[in-house]
């Protein structure tokens, strides 16, 4: 059943997904940052907490770094990869 609304799924370009050093580093740290942070909320510890928000902010701030650097999504490295895993 062909009409002319159909949408073509092309699946053949390379979709990095965040699968970037920047990525992976940022989402590491924020996750044991949410974690030590939940623990500190759950058992009153303020320092804790504190420690816990401490490590987010590091993990944005890494993130930010290494995407400077050239190892997020939208680098030239990436965009040399794509070029690569396409032929």
């Not at 989402?27 to 510890?45: E, H, K, L, P």
């Not at 993990?59 to 030239?76: D, F, I, K, P, T």
Request: proline share 1%; hydrophobic share 45%.
């Amino acid at each position: 059943m062909a009409n002319g609304n159909e949408i073509v799924l092309d699946h053949t370009g390379f979709v990095g997904h965040g699968n970037t050093l920047a990525a992976w580093v940022t989402i590491g740290i924020m996750s044991v940052g949410v974690i030590v942070g939940v623990v500190g909320f759950t058992v009153g510890s303020t320092p804790l907490l504190i420690v816990g928000i401490g490590l987010v902010v590091v993990g944005l701030v890494a993130g930010a770094v290494l995407r400077s650097m050239g190892h997020g999504a939208g680098s030239e490295q990436r965009k040399h990869e794509a070029r690569n895993h396409q032929g």
